[in-house]
């Protein structure tokens, strides 16, 4: 293939949008009714139709998938330590930091990058009280093993499940894990409302005290009973919502094929490491494409393939890092943690574009960039 600057910009990511019409005629009763938020019909129905696809009666919708942790974190009345992983997107510490808890970071498996559950359970003081993990990339955690380590030490279990969205695992919703699950819908994920986010949980208690804290505390006109926010999904979210569900299984196997392409173009690259995923997944949704640049065999470090890439106007992005732990913000608090493969991992891993209407012969080019620049590529 000849190799050329492409005229313009490929991003790790594009928003789904569903057709022009389909919305315009879903946000229609919205002028019939003057009703824009606050539990109205188009919430109604998302929430009824991601019941649906959960298979799972709770299902609370929030603003984002940063204020649905938030309000979960707050719900399940958490305090002290928490065990988390620190190779994920900022919001999971953000939001355990700003609930003043104290986040206490366990190092990640090389294979799938999710939390290493074989070194949670040294990490559990009698300051514990939950443990919060990462589905990252769309590769569930060990999820049954977590839940046998939370159940004997009495600890909550929250899954940040924002890359998950359609994820099957051991044949059933990956939401079936945990006291609950955050789904983030914000417009770079493989599912969006634009931004929006939801907790599936199986506890009916809970529903009350979330649907409290999301909206101000107000329990009715004069009896304000919680502390609460303000994390209401509005009806144009829940439109977009509404829309993109019916589109999501066609985004699923588009991103599909172009994982295909990238995984048997990629697999023989010396120093090319790709993810190890679960066997228990039962259907995946391909929401990022990771792959790991060892120079050690490939010739080249990751911030110089970056670079490469960025010089054909391919954007890849180095998800996850820096670690959230080494974040400035955290002022160092954290450097002295044991996390030797996430630090490792960090310096090595680029996350791939992948999005559903992304031309295959695009990720086509893109392996032929990473194989031109491979030193035992070149030899051959
Ligand atoms: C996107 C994301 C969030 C936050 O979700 P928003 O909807 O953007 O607020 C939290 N955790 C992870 C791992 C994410 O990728």
């Not at 330590?81 to 986040?103: D, K």
């Not at 924002?162 to 994820?167: D, E, N, P, Q, R």
């Amino acid at each position: 293939m000849n190799l050329e600057k492409l005229s313009s910009p490929i991003l790790v990511t594009r928003a789904v949008l569903p057709s022009y019409q389909s919305y315009i005629d879903k946000i229609k009763q919205i002028w019939d009714t003057h009703w824009l938020t606050n539990q109205g019909a188009l919430h109604q129905e998302f929430q009824n139709q991601l019941k649906n696809f959960f298979d799972f009666e709770h299902v609370t919708l929030c603003v984002n998938g940063h204020l649905a942790l938030d309000l979960a974190i707050k719900a399940l009345r958490l305090q002290g330590e928490v065990i988390t992983t620190p190779f994920t997107f900022v919001s999971t510490t953000h939001a355990l930091t700003m609930n003043n808890l104290r986040p206490v970071f366990c190092d990640i498996k090389p294979t799938d990058y999710t939390i290493d559950e074989d070194k949670v359970e040294a990490l559990i003081t009698p300051e514990t009280s939950a443990i919060l993990a990462v589905h990252v990339y769309g590769f569930p955690c060990a999820a049954e093993k977590l839940e046998r380590i939370a159940r004997k030490h009495n600890l909550k279990l929250i899954f940040d499940a924002a890359h998950v969205f359609g994820v099957e695992y051991n044949g059933r919703s990956i939401a079936n894990y945990g006291d609950v699950s955050m789904f983030s819908f914000h417009a770079t994920k493989v599912f969006n409302s634009i931004e929006g986010g939801a907790l599936v949980y199986g506890n009916p208690e809970l529903e009350k005290t979330l649907d409290l804290f999301k909206n101000f505390g107000i329990a009715n006109a004069e009896q304000i009973t919680e502390i609460g926010l303000n994390a209401k999904m509005n009806e144009f979210q829940a439109a977009m919502g509404l829309c993109n569900l019916e589109g999501f299984e066609k985004e699923i196997i588009n991103r599909s094929h172009l994982a295909d392409i990238y995984y048997d173009r990629l697999k023989q690259i010396p120093g090319i490491v790709l993810p190890k995923p679960s066997d228990k997944i039962t259907k995946a949704n391909f929401a990022y494409f990771p792959i790991l640049v060892d120079e050690s065999s490939y010739g080249i470090t990751r911030d110089v393939l970056f670079e490469k890439l960025a010089n054909y106007n391919i954007y890849a992005r180095k998800y996850f890092y820096p670690l959230t732990c080494d974040c400035e913000c955290y002022n160092g608090l954290y450097a002295g943690a044991e996390l030797e493969t996430a630090r490792y991992t960090a310096q090595r891993i680029l996350t791939l574009p992948i999005y559903g209407t992304l031309d295959p012969e695009i990720v086509i080019m893109i392996c032929d960039i990473i194989q031109t620049n491979c030193i035992l590529g070149r030899k051959m």
